[in-house]
């Protein structure tokens, strides 16, 4: 029987027709094809259509995860059902309770990571310092853009004061061994129209930069892909994971909604640190530093794991590389880019961008943590791979995602897309490392080296 239907995988309608019972087979082998910058827009939960890791963009994307582990069931079904729809069968809600080595729990695959990735926990939060422990707390119960706005260092102030961001997060209450505190301020900040929700009026200062980073994080929920992967977070794992003791009302009573992996704190960090770092490329490399950061201080905290974390990073880049790249937000980017540089150099007292430069590296260490350079670049390339054994070749060439050059413009200013395309693919770490072998490349860029980097002459191959 002939069978006319819509394929609706990216923004690109591509129409199909085929004698097939079903056309489900033939979106899911097209969505694998699909770059992350144009596929975007399929990571949802509660869509037949987009309920696997061939037609879920971020569950393929960290489909390298499956090497490592096998899920109860293949589909986005942990908490959430989807109903039949067009020609996609319904996906029930899985057994799965969410509490690992159950009946109903999925299976390890690689033993050899799977207990690397536990154990850089136990580790991590038995050596957890009193400081570490504030850190992980306040990052947990923060706005994550009220957390990492200090990663602008001298900045910060006049950002703040722009873009009139507030958070109720900033000290650990006596009581908070027993009482979950939340964070009742505007995370980001006002944007350039009024919000009813968040209770903002429209910023003309700031607000067309806080509209950006808000459009930055379009699509990027982590809830399918944990919804998709049903991995316990590590104290469920193991009674040797230490949860800072503050964080403990924090837990969640539904295991079953609430996987560890990817981690979504540190996939929202890179988001906005991307986003940010965008705007201010001043402080690119520091940004970058304080996204890896966040990502380390959910570890500290006993909440997840490695491996969650360098998901969360992945997804979190394609999702900021997606938006980037949307025609409705071309305007956003340059008009946001033209008001936060404008706000800060007139609020740092300096007459360009480049006077902005030196200002926004005036400190010393003692006032702006981040003011080592050095140390920046070593905390985030091993926060990469984690030092996890390696599973693939390690002398593997580097892929560059497609639209990936667009987080450069405007640190790199002076390079074309293909020169900005090369210096990705010159600095991305080595290959053979757990997950971060995506087939786009997504894992191995190295957003701290690439800013330092000179493109070559040479053109690399998409």
């Excluded at 923004?11 to 899911?28: F, R």
């Excluded at 209770?199 to 067309?208: H, S, V, Y």
């Excluded at 992967?229 to 909604?257: C, H, I, M, N």
Aim: include cysteine; charge should be negative.
């Amino acid at each position: 029987m002939s069978v006319l239907s819509l394929c609706r995988l990216s923004t690109a309608l591509v129409c199909l027709l085929s004698i097939v019972p079903s056309l489900a087979s033939a979106e899911q082998a097209t969505a694998a094809k699909v770059p992350y910058a144009e596929a975007g827009n399929t990571n949802k939960r509660g869509d037949a259509c987009f309920s696997t890791a061939d037609t879920n963009a971020a569950v393929h994307l960290l489909s390298g995860f499956l090497e490592i582990w096998t899920p109860r069931t293949p589909f986005v079904d942990a908490g959430v059902e989807a109903p039949a729809k067009d020609n996609c069968p319904a996906v029930a809600k899985t057994d799965w309770d969410g509490i690992p080595a159950s009946k109903t729990d999925g299976h390890i695959v690689n033993q050899a990571v799977h207990d690397a990735n536990i154990a850089y926990v136990v580790n991590a939060t038995r050596a957890r310092t009193a400081d570490q422990a504030l850190a992980a707390y306040l990052d947990d119960r923060r706005g994550k853009n009220a957390s990492i706005v200090d990663g602008l260092g001298p900045l910060t102030d006049a950002w703040k004061a722009g873009s009139k961001q507030t958070t109720t997060i900033t000290e650990v209450a006596a009581d908070a061994t027993t009482v979950k505190y939340d964070d009742k301020g505007n995370n980001r900040g006002a944007g350039s129209k009024p919000d009813t929700e968040n209770k903002t009026d429209a910023n003309p200062d700031m607000g067309l930069a806080i509209d950006f980073i808000n459009a930055a994080s379009g699509d990027g929920s982590t809830e399918p892909a944990k919804r998709y992967f049903k991995y316990g977070r590590p104290y469920r794992w193991s009674q040797d994971v230490s949860v800072v003791p503050t964080l403990e009302p924090a837990k969640s009573g539904k295991p079953v909604e609430d996987g560890g992996f990817p981690s979504g704190h540190t996939a929202e960090a890179w988001r906005d640190a991307l986003a940010m770092a965008y705007l201010v490329p001043q402080r690119f490399q520091e940004m970058i530093t304080r996204a890896s950061e966040l990502g380390e201080d959910r570890i500290l905290a006993g909440m997840h794991s490695p491996l969650d974390v360098m998901g969360g990073r992945m997804l979190g880049t394609a999702t900021v590389v997606y938006n980037l790249n949307k025609a409705d937000n071309s305007a956003l980017k340059s008009d946001a880019y033209a008001q936060a540089q404008a706000w800060l150099i007139a609020k740092s007292g300096v007459a360009d961008a480049a006077a902005l430069e030196v200002a926004a590296h005036a400190a010393p260490l003692a006032a702006d943590r981040f003011a080592d350079h050095d140390a920046n670049r070593a905390y985030v390339l091993q926060r990469l791979g984690y030092g996890l054994p390696t599973i693939h070749a390690t002398d593997q060439p580097a892929r560059v995602p497609q639209g990936a050059e667009a987080l450069l413009e405007t640190r790199l200013p002076y390079l074309d897309g293909a020169q900005r395309r090369d210096v990705l693919g010159t600095t991305a770490i080595a290959s053979g490392y757990p997950l971060i072998d995506d087939a786009e490349g997504y894992g191995r860029l190295n957003l701290f080296a690439a800013p330092m980097a000179m493109a070559r002459s040479s053109r690399m191959s998409p």
